[in-house]
């Protein structure tokens, strides 16, 4: 009975020099993921997640912020430009739609929008790719590659809720930075790193940066739940940390605490 015949080998590709192109061996492997933060409140979870990523090992981070997203960085977190710039590996102008970050063939493991604004997530769900960050993000959707929103809104209309079903349907994770009190944090750092947490979970980045939950049997092991509010008093009512408005006579508007303060605006 005879063999079956093999297949010849397939000749080498030549080089426009008539060369035959040399096989390299490929480097080692380094995770990329790229971190965004657009013009939502909540820049600290972007800056939690670039600091955490810095340090975890194999994990190459590239960086792209929306105008908006700057401003916010500076207004909450007084920190200038450079100093987010230094904690990437690269960094993106969020105008240059050309950068390695807007085409398929960039290996990248996934990408974060933290926070989301819901513009960018409108725009994500319509794939209206007008800046590098939106371009970025519809191409973790159509290579299937992990993308995770942190948006930042309250109260949600019908718009936003649809955009976020549409988004899913299209492979993204919406993931809400929700506190999580039943670990009992005791800091708005403990608050801001328990939502970090779950995104590197969602990006099986191995991390320390939130405590996790052992079942009910352990929770005497946590520590005590933070005060919300100050001392009580001897007449048993909580002490507020600020001095309320006292209203004039004949003034019949709500009395709003000094802290629960409104926002001027950027400019003022």
Same mark, same amino acid.
């Given at each position: 009975m005879n063999a079956t015949p093999s297949a010849p080998a397939a000749a080498p590709v030549a080089t426009a020099d008539g060369a035959a192109p040399s096989i390299q061996s490929a480097p080692v492997a380094v995770r990329r993921i790229i971190v965004a933060i657009s013009g939502a409140s909540g820049a600290v979870y972007g800056v939690r997640l670039l600091q955490t990523l810095r340090a975890a090992p194999g994990v190459q981070t590239h960086l792209v912020v929306s105008d908006a997203g700057w401003r916010n960085v500076?207004? !909450?977190?007084?920190?200038?430009?450079? !100093?987010?710039?230094?904690?990437?590996?690269?960094?993106?102008?969020?105008?240059?739609? +050309?950068?390695?970050?807007?085409? +398929?063939?960039?290996?990248?493991?996934? =990408?974060?929008?933290?926070?989301?604004? =819901?513009?960018? *997530?409108?725009?994500?769900?319509?794939? $209206?790719?007008?800046? $590098?960050?939106?371009?970025?993000?519809?191409?973790? *959707?159509?290579? /299937?590659?992990k $993308?995770? $929103?942190?948006?930042? !809104?309250?109260?949600?209309?019908? +718009?936003? *809720?649809?955009? =976020?079903?549409?988004?899913?349907? =299209?492979?993204?994770?919406?993931?809400? &930075?929700?506190?999580?009190?039943? *670990? %009992? @944090?005791?800091?708005?750092?403990?608050?801001?790193?328990?939502?970090?947490?779950?995104?590197?979970?969602?990006?099986?980045?191995?991390?320390?940066?939130?405590?996790r939950w052992d079942g009910q049997g352990a929770a005497h092991e946590l520590p005590r739940p933070a005060r919300l509010h100050g001392p009580?008093?001897?007449? +048993? %009512?909580?002490? @507020?940390?600020?001095?309320? /408005?006292? &209203?004039p006579p004949g003034d019949d508007r709500p009395v709003r605490p000094r802290s629960a303060r409104r926002w001027p605006g950027h400019f003022v």
């Open positions: 500076a207004q !909450e977190q007084g920190m200038a430009r450079a !100093e987010v710039e230094a904690l990437a590996h690269q960094v993106h102008d969020v105008r240059n739609v +050309g950068a390695s970050i807007a085409s +398929g063939s960039f290996q990248c493991s996934g =990408m974060v929008i933290a926070p989301c604004s =819901m513009r960018t *997530l409108a725009a994500v769900a319509h794939g $209206l790719a007008d800046n $590098l960050l939106i371009r970025a993000a519809d191409v973790m *959707l159509k290579e /299937r590659r $993308l995770v $929103l942190m948006v930042r !809104e309250s109260p949600l209309h019908l +718009g936003h *809720l649809r955009n =976020m079903v549409s988004v899913t349907e =299209m492979g993204a994770i919406v993931c809400p &930075p929700m506190p999580a009190f039943y *670990l %009992r @944090p005791q800091t708005v750092a403990d608050v801001v790193d328990a939502s970090v947490a779950r995104v590197l979970d969602l990006l099986d980045v191995p991390h320390t940066l939130a405590a009580v008093g001897a007449s +048993g %009512r909580t002490a @507020p940390h600020h001095t309320e /408005r006292v &209203p």
